[in-house]
């Protein structure tokens, strides 16, 4: 019998809305679905683990893996790669499994307009002053970098209408919720009718 494979979920939204967060969540409910695990050539945050969080990676080795044609999107966020190995997100769909491709909007067109297949579901926040204040709460970044994060996050927010699904991440539970409904959604709309 042919397995069903899985989806294609692009996930983005402005660094410290929550999706990692979400993405846990998700992760601890659904053994259908998998996180694709970037590479980047940023340093490990307090607490990353190498192959878990990121590969981590310098900008030569990035750069070997561009010209090979081994990364299904790649994009330079804050001075910094990051991409998505493309070997690892072919091989999860075929096993049926959904694999949710955490990337930011530069990467999520070029999912767009390269694959066939996917979801595409942006995360926001209720307020910039709320995105601050979550940036800030989560004590992994420098001022100079909050504040890069910070106009980053302008910038993406004019993509949102690229996006199949805007979910707000006001509370936790109700935000995974709809993101976990429209998982559903995609699923069933994918099934076979008999
Ligand atoms: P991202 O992965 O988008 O950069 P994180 O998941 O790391 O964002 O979340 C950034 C911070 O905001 C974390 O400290 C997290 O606990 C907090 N957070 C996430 N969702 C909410 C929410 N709905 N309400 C309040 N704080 C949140
Ligand atoms: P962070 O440094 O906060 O982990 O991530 C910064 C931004 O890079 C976030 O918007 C995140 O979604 C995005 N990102 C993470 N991995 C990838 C990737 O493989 N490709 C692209 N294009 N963006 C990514």
């Given at each position: 019998?042919?397995?069903?494979?899985?989806?294609?979920?692009?996930?983005?939204?402005?660094?410290?809305?929550?999706?990692?967060?979400?993405?846990?969540?998700?992760?601890?409910?659904?053994?259908?679905?998998?996180?694709?695990?970037?590479?980047?050539?940023?340093?490990?945050?307090?607490?990353?683990?190498?192959?878990?969080?990121?590969?981590?990676?310098?900008?030569?080795?990035?750069?070997?893996?561009?010209?090979?044609?081994?990364?299904l999107?790649?994009?330079?966020y804050?001075?910094?790669?990051?991409?998505?190995?493309?070997?690892?997100?072919?091989?999860?769909?075929?096993?049926?499994?959904?694999?949710?491709?955490?990337?930011?909007?530069?990467?999520?067109?070029?999912?767009?307009e390269?694959?066939?297949?996917?979801?595409?579901?942006f995360?926001?926040?209720?307020?910039?002053?709320?995105?601050?204040?979550?940036?800030?709460?989560?004590?992994?970044?420098?001022?100079?970098?909050?504040?890069?994060?910070?106009?980053?996050?302008?910038?993406?927010?004019?993509?949102?209408?690229?996006?199949?699904?805007?979910?707000?991440?006001?509370?936790?539970?109700?935000?995974?919720?709809?993101?976990?409904?429209?998982?559903?959604?995609?699923?069933?709309?994918?099934?076979?009718?008999?």
């Amino acid at each position: 019998m042919a397995i069903d494979p899985g989806l294609l979920i692009v996930f983005s939204g402005p660094s410290g809305c929550g999706k990692g967060t979400l993405v846990a969540k998700l992760l601890a409910q659904r053994t259908d679905t998998v996180l694709s695990v970037s590479v980047t050539t940023r340093a490990p945050r307090p607490g990353e683990i190498d192959g878990v969080h990121y590969f981590f990676k310098t900008r030569e080795e990035v750069e070997q893996m561009i010209r090979e044609d081994a990364l299904l999107e790649y994009a330079q966020y804050s001075g910094n790669y990051y991409g998505t190995p493309r070997a690892a997100v072919e091989e999860h769909l075929r096993a049926g499994r959904n694999v949710i491709l955490e990337i930011d909007v530069q990467g999520a067109v070029q999912v767009m307009e390269r694959c066939d297949d996917y979801v595409s579901i942006f995360l926001t926040v209720p307020s910039m002053e709320e995105l601050e204040r979550r940036l800030r709460g989560r004590g992994t970044e420098e001022e100079a970098w909050i504040q890069t994060r910070m106009q980053a996050a302008k910038s993406e927010l004019e993509y949102i209408g690229r996006y199949q699904y805007t979910v707000l991440n006001d509370e936790v539970d109700a935000a995974f919720e709809r993101l976990n409904s429209i998982i559903e959604t995609e699923k069933s709309r994918k099934q076979p009718q008999e």
